[in-house]
Nanobody, 125 residues
Framework: QVQLVESGGGLVQPGGSLRLSCAASRIIHEYYAIGWFRQAPGKGREGVAF????????QYADSVKGRFTISRDNAKNTVFLQLNSLRPEDTAVYYC??????????????????WGQGTQVTVSS
């Protein structure tokens, strides 16, 4: 069964931090990369961070480099997204997603076939 469940969103002040979690089915976690995306009101879905299942390699959008960190805990079948130095423009619903192809990732949302339900991140004073 394919399952992705996000958690960890919330309201935080500018400059604050949050850690998002994406709990995945074992088969997803073992064979597929995981991508984190976000969608702000009135905007399209944007790729934020990606992590390989094969070697743990990562990729980040320029807008979050140096502030966000993606990691995975293989024992817990979970991928984390650490959000630091948050800005109001980071406000969005954050989703984790499974790509269509094993051991591969892409910043293009259309290349993903399973999505979690999303978790809201709001950065405001």
């Amino acid at each position: 069964q394919v399952q992705l469940v996000e958690s960890g969103g919330g309201l935080v002040q500018p400059g604050g931090s949050l850690r998002l979690s994406c709990a995945a089915s074992r088969i997803i976690h073992e064979y597929y990369a995981i991508g984190w995306f976000r969608q702000a009101p009135g905007k399209g879905r944007e790729g934020v961070a990606f992590i390989s299942s094969a070697d743990g390699s990562t990729q980040y959008a320029d807008s979050v480099k140096g502030r966000f960190t993606i990691s995975r805990d293989n024992a817990k079948n979970t991928v984390f997204l650490q959000l630091n130095s948050l800005r109001p423009e980071d406000t969005a619903v954050y989703y984790c997603a499974k790509p269509r192809v094993p051991n591969w990732y892409s910043p293009t949302p259309g290349m993903y076939d399973y999505w979690g339900q999303g978790t809201q991140v709001t950065v405001s004073s």
